[in-house]
T-cell receptor, first 114, second 113 residues
Framework: NAGVTQTPKFQVLKTGQSMTLQCAQD?????MSWYRQDPGMGLRLIHYSVGAGITDQGEVPNGYNVSRSTTEDFPLRLLSAAPSQTSVYFCASSFGFASDQPQHFGDGTRLSIL | QQQVKQSPQSLIVQKGGISIINCAYE??????FPWYQQFPGKGPALLIA?????SEKKEGRFTISFNKSAKQFSLHIMDSQPGDSATYFCAASDYGTASKLTFGTGTRLQVTL
């Protein structure tokens, strides 16, 4: 099993450009989420999904869109990139909705906005 | 608003020593407290977790101590090894909010020879 796979691993964008960060999991997990990691701030929840067709906002959703058309995939879209979105983005998945279900993280996408 | 406060920001411990990382939370609805370990270039990985119905949980060299009245919990790494050098994050979630983790700001641990 590959677990949680994120692509690309690195990306540089210009301000105003759009792009999609890909996340796929092969564990048949219902719950998937996106976090951003910034120095001194830990990880902050952007968006999450409890199943195909269902998404909701986390702590810092502005500037990002998500959709969940399949159980396996949960892409994160930056509509118009801004320098403040320079960060490391992590996708995570877990088997169930209960808070004690271990979350499995991908290895991240390192995004720089110039 | 930082709902989970973590300290220290960085920690240097000699091999064989005890590493202690502390966290404090504000939201009394939190009922699940995991610790994640992150190596450079990798995503966080679950290390150990505790529910508030127990005051301590031990897994190998790693122990979580939990003080519900003080709203504090800590990670103890016994016999620290150079391979333990990583960034550690405490986190918390509310059972009713579907695994939405609130993370601390992280502690960078370096274990020296």
């Amino acid at each position: 099993n590959a677990g949680v796979t994120q692509t690309p691993k690195f990306q540089v964008l210009k301000t105003g450009q759009s792009m999609t960060l890909q996340c796929a999991q092969d564990m048949n997990h219902e719950y998937m989420s996106w976090y951003r990691q910034d120095p001194g701030m830990g990880l902050r929840l952007i968006h999450y999904s409890v199943g195909a067709g269902i998404t909701d906002q986390g702590e810092v959703p502005n500037g990002y869109n998500v959709s969940r058309s399949t159980t396996e995939d949960f892409p994160l879209r930056l509509l118009s990139a801004a320098p403040s979105q320079t960060s490391v983005y992590f996708c995570a998945s877990s088997f169930g909705f209960a808070s004690d279900q271990p979350q499995h993280f991908g290895d991240g996408t390192r995004l720089s906005i110039l | 608003q930082q709902q989970v406060k973590q300290s220290p920001q960085s920690l240097i411990v000699q091999k064989g020593g005890i590493s202690i990382i502390n966290c404090a939370y504000e939201n009394t609805a939190f009922d699940y407290f995991p610790w994640y370990q992150q190596f450079p270039g990798k995503g966080p990985a679950l290390l150990i977790a505790i529910r508030p119905d127990v005051s301590e949980k031990k897994e190998g060299r790693f122990t979580i101590s939990f003080n519900k009245s003080a709203k504090q919990f800590s990670l103890h790494i016994m016999d620290s090894q150079p391979g333990d050098s990583a960034t550690y994050f405490c986190a918390a979630s509310d059972y009713g909010t579907a695994s939405k983790l609130t993370f601390g700001t992280g502690t960078r641990l370096q274990v020296t020879l």
